[in-house]
């Protein structure tokens, strides 16, 4: 059994992943289901640490979301406002409103964490 403690290496994450695919299984609320809590947790530490991942664009997320619901483009009106409104925001030619995600996040469900985030606009050649 390996020894619970920090993860401090890469040689440490794979025991620690060996033994979590080992417990993965056992009874809860049992000494072994507790390991494998604590176990995770250091494993959750460990990848937020040396593997971060980046939230996607805002824009790249609200395509997503359409696309992986099979919703139309269309289906944004209510929430951001005309067809040439959503091309801008889609075209990153104006940036979301926070009325825009308010809506997005309670409309699709899309996390505020990443409508939040600061995206580039097209710059005007004007």
């Known amino acids: ?70 919703l139309s483009v269309d289906e944004l009106e209510p929430v951001i406002g005309s067809k040439a409104e959503i091309a801008d925001i889609l075209h990153r030619k104006q940036a979301l409103t926070l009325e825009m995600i308010r809506g997005l996040h309670q409309q699709l469900g899309i996390p505020v964490q990443i409508l939040i985030q600061p995206y580039p606009l097209m710059q005007n050649s004007a």
């Open 1 to 70: 059994m390996l020894e619970t403690r920090p993860i401090r290496t890469e040689a440490d994450y794979h025991a620690a992943l060996d033994e979590i695919e080992r417990l993965f299984d056992t009874e809860l609320n049992t000494p072994e289901s507790d390991r494998l809590e604590v176990l995770t947790t250091l494993v959750e530490a460990y990848e937020q640490r040396h593997y971060p991942i980046e939230a996607p664009d805002p824009i790249e997320a609200i395509l997503y979301y359409l696309e992986s619901r099979g």
